[in-house]
């Protein structure tokens, strides 16, 4: 089989550049001097391979071979391989993985996708608004409050906060046949659809509990942090959960796995329908580039994945839409929270206008 | 409640560090605008609070209180907490974390401990060895040769390399009875009691599967990288395997949660009943005042915890026996991996040697 082609990018004098490669090879595969590597197989068929060497400023960049036997196609071993303990190297960042067609094709990668998200929030051909219940501490009639007013205004995705967990005050169980009540009643006076994405979290257990009574209450869409709950609860929250999952990025910004790679290819790789991404100029350091290399990895041509709905976020404001939709086009879903929250007793005009902004 | 306390580093001017240590205040409680928290309760009760500022160099120190109701006694929702929004602005680092003792006691910690280990692996008063089967491409039948050289050997511990996972050639239900055998085979030729701990890895179902098959072939030690697997899975496994769980560093490098509260408090808190942490002068970057904090937070007196026996690894050989006793003391494990393998036929002397060395 064709091997996993990974980027890394190694802080080093050009001259310690063929053996730091060489080392790396022999930590992201086999973990032992090569010397000791006896088996010949071994040797040929499971250390990675130095594909190439590349001298770039005061660091360079290679490219790794990696075996896909060593990695299965399973998430967190795919992770293992990639980065596990290189992680521990400060000098060394992982930019960017290409995979093998066919260990692509052992991933299911997004369910619904864009399209599917689209049916959902019944929202063709232009792009969608999204917002959050916050905050947490709120009682759960306030939050279903708070979330009958957002789909009176015609906001398409109403998501938890990513803070909502199972907290004694609004708990699961409770907040999300509440909210979900809350937005039919709005959507049956409006004739609208928007839909609701609560956050799961937690460990496997309550992942199910949680789909369970999701599923029972009529929610259509899921919101969890991959990197929170571990990439493998994730692929089973997508398998398992009956309509699109966002993917949120609490957690996920260790610095050294570039951003468009960890939430654009490889949360797509895992199953995210969408995925959420601090917008530049907002309350996180992310720059224009960084953010359009996550929207473009999240919804280019890639084997036969679905493509991932990018959501930029993270202090975004009403005034800021006729750029993000210049920037992103009409594949694309705007978050903003706070910045509608702040409007208080004229929320609901607010609201709107963000509705109306986006679908013009 | 007692807040808990969580201590940042934010590289920013000591004339922003107010307005700095207040936004992130915001970013890890509430995640809006206080502004529009109308709510009187949330605001007193649910938005962190800044404790102390302090200017330290081009960076300040900020302590945080936040609410124990806002993280549940779930590790992912604490870490989510502690960490979740902020791992995107890469001006902030998380230094440490003090729990109030009645949020602490919500959480198990480690049910073995270093006493736990002792007993299982028949080593009272003294510093233990560990090793590893590598690498991973060998068949069933070279592991288990290997597992038996190290258990006549006498090494204590013998784990799985952290790249063993399910591959084809040594699946986890081939490979783990058959290393089990071989090292009770060795433990009856010797009278020793050499104890095996398999790589856990994968989603929840694979983990439960995974312990099945151990226990029912007497597996009495586990390894798995709490990172990868997701600390919820983690914590899972902790409460499900009958017997002491090794942590392992695997993608746990960020690099911007220090080391000793990510390897030693937090781990500990989840349930690590050993930690594995890349020693000072092998193949990672830690020095040896991180490596040593790591071992201090693991074994410290923290609320009703048990102490989690530390294990520098990564690189180490013979040679640095004496001098990792005399660092660490005899609550310690030494894990020499590919120190050993590199004697190849003269595997069986070298890994007696290591034996005898740290028994003395």
Not at 223 to 251: D, K, S, T
Request: overall charge negative; glycine content about 8%.
């Amino acid at each position: 089989m064709q091997r996993i082609l990974a980027t890394y990018r190694i802080t080093a004098s050009e001259s310690e550049s063929r053996a730091r490669a060489e080392a790396l090879a022999l930590e992201q595969s086999v973990e032992m001097p090569l010397e000791a590597v006896t088996d010949q197989r071994v040797r040929a068929e499971v250390v990675a391979s130095v594909e190439s060497v590349r001298a770039d400023g005061t660091a360079f960049e290679v490219i790794l071979g990696i075996a896909p036997e060593t990695t299965l196609p399973e998430a967190s071993q795919l992770l293992n391989m990639l980065f596990g303990n290189c992680s521990l190297q400060p000098d060394v960042e992982l930019v960017d993985v290409e995979l093998p067609a066919s260990y692509a094709a052992r991933f299911h990668g997004p369910r619904h996708g864009i399209a599917g998200i689209r049916t959902a929030a019944g929202a063709e051909g232009r792009a969608l608004t999204c917002t959050a219940l916050k905050p947490q501490g709120s009682s759960v009639e306030q939050l279903a409050a708070l979330a009958r007013t957002f789909a009176l205004a015609g906001i398409d995705v109403v998501k938890d906060d990513h803070g909502l967990a199972d907290q004694p005050g609004a708990p699961f169980a409770k907040r999300v046949p509440a909210v979900q009540r809350a937005i039919d009643e709005a959507n049956r006076a409006t004739g609208g659809s928007t839909r609701y994405a609560p956050t799961f979290s937690g460990g496997m257990d309550a992942l199910d509990a949680q789909a369970r009574i999701a599923r029972e209450c009529g929610v259509a869409m899921a919101l969890a942090a991959p990197m929170l709950i571990g990439v493998p609860a994730f692929v089973a929250l997508c398998e398992r959960f009956n309509g699109p999952v966002m993917a949120h990025p609490a957690f996920a910004g260790s610095g050294r796995i570039a951003p468009p790679l960890l939430l654009g290819r490889l949360f797509r790789l895992f199953g995210a329908d969408a995925t959420i991404f601090p917008n530049h100029g907002g309350r996180f350091a992310y720059d224009r580039t960084t953010c359009e290399a996550i929207a473009e990895v999240a919804r280019e041509p890639w084997h036969a994945l679905k493509p991932t709905l990018p959501v930029p976020a993270g202090g975004m404001t009403l005034e800021r839409v006729p750029e993000m939709i210049a920037d992103y086009g009409s594949d694309v879903m705007l978050l903003i929270g706070g910045g509608l929250l702040t409007a208080r007793e004229r929320l609901l005009e607010r609201s709107r206008a963000f509705a109306v902004a986006v679908r013009q």
